[in-house]
């Protein structure tokens, strides 16, 4: 059963705008993948794309090597869980879970052993003369996954399926899902804006922006080496800040901060970096803590504004003296107690970072979006540091 | 009601309305209806004789229907064509609901709706006329067939029950196509979307998905097409022959020619008992209560 998927060269337009820019992509058979990125981005157009709700105006679809050209949706080895899960409401659980068998002319106490079999797999042993009607939320998910599984697909779809449950059983549900993709050796293609649902069960991930991928990567390397701007303001918590390089040493690159002064990062992505150009510099908070103000290396002097505790962590928003730039600083256990109860706004504090740390990337004016809505929050920052001429 | 009323009208004008609209249900609505019940249960008497001794009630009137085979015949053939006419009003506005609300773009779905609703601005007897000549021995639709070649001469349209068919079908669309279209139109078309994901083709899709959310409208479609066609004078008038009489023109016969308005009342009521029992009947083949056709 080879579950691998390939896009080909794959265009899509609707009319005149471009919902996906050329895209190729290889999927391996077993493999948990996400696309992730914020609404509009072009994630689900792809994923209906696959699944043949769509096709393409240009390229190519491949499941297991089989061109998909033609191929209609209800003959594709694909299945698909909906955002709304779009369970049948005036089916009991048992025929929801059949209905995939029913078509294809399973006969009856055949179709009773799998949905019994998969009932089990989800946790719903007894379940199945329910209405659908009748469950809660995480309930109707472990339907939507079992009805999906029954038709033995080598590609399941998931659009956004954890977005309508609460944050607890959504974190659970994160566990059940890889488990289960796990057990099955299904492919697994997964839909998301959500960060923490693709870093957490994704062997691979592709950050999409605008039709386009920025980034194919494992959570880590993603995390660890964004390609692209978007992807270092994406993906995790970032700080931007405007600067200009002054000379690059292998991976490490010293830069001009303008009032900031002379800041330090590591190069990722494969741009390469030229003296004078301009670039962003991104800080993560976690990375930044507090250091005595002659400390050798790159220092930040910021002012605090709000103080956010987190129980684990705190959070402060606080702005740069010298530029006037937000940076958001999280300190964690390196924080001592004492210091923890002197915290207060208005305050003025040096922080440090190791610059292996932070990340350098060629200035691509990519806005900072935001995490949670996938709404642009903040366009270039203005005045940042002397980089703008 | 009359809480709402006066909430919004205040107590006098809340006041004006029920009572109005109490005279008109039951001066207008009521009081003829048992006016014609008592009519009904009355010999057709000469005036003189109106409060002599032949003047009591007998069910004389109802066992008429049942004693004239021509009569019982013309009332079943009612029936059964009023049950055909609704079928075929089904098969040709099923689709039509289905393409106006989950095909068409909104422009397309308007402007269809709109060249529906077009002929009706017109009276029904010109419109029910109108295919009176389309459908007549030398009229246009035989002309047109002829030039195609497809018939050597004319066919009789309008002999048998085809003109009255065809002209029901017609004059009845639109009581199916919008229940049925408001019924699939609130349906998620991601419900669609998972039909065919797990492998179901058009048929099984609709059969399985889209007319089990549409019966509650595909009921409401069939009783009005139902009860209209059965209560229907102008159609069967115009273009049936004298083989496919309708039970209504018995019932006019009965008033306006035979002046018994006795036994015009007693058969009125059989075809009203007739309406609300096959009513009753749909209601429970698919299922749905009162308050779902209210929807």
Redesign the interface.
Known sequence: MDGSVRLDEVVMRFGDFTAIEKTSLAIGSGEFFSFLGPSGCGKTTLLNIVSGFLVPSEGQVYIGDEPMAGVPVNRRPTAMIFQNLALFPLMTVFENIEFGLEVRGVDKRKRREVSERLLALVALEGSGPKMVTELSGGQKQRVAIARALAVEPRVLLLDEPLSALDLKLRQHMRTELKAIQRKTGITFIYITHDQGEALNMSDRVAVMSAGRIQQVADPMTLYRQPATGFVAAFVGENNRLQARVIDCEGERVRLDGGALGELAGRASGSARLSNGEAAVLFVRPEHLRPVEPQASGPKLEGEIEAVHFEGAWVMLETRLVASGEKLRVQLGHELSRSQANTLSVGQRLVFGFDPADAVVLPDDGSPVVDEETGEVVEGRPAAAGGAHV | MFRQLRARFGGPLAMAIVTLLGIWLIVMVTLPQLQMIEYSLRPNLLPAQIGGPDDRLTLANYATLFNNDIHRTIFFKTIWSSVLVTLLTLAVSYPLAWYLAKVATPRQAALCILLLIIPFWINEILRTYSWFIILAFRGPLNEVLMMLGLIDRPIRFLSGNGGVMVGMVYAYILFMVFPVYNAIESL?D??V?????????TV?THR??VI??AKPGIATGCIMTFMLAAGSYAVPALLGSPGSRWFTQIIYNWFFEGGNWNQGAAYAFLLLVLCIGFMSLIMKVFKVGLGDIGK
């Not at chain 2, 998972?194 to 492998?199: E, F, I, K």
């Open positions: 998620d991601n419900q979307r998972a039909a065919r994901d797990l492998g179901a083709g099984r399985r998905i089990p959310h």
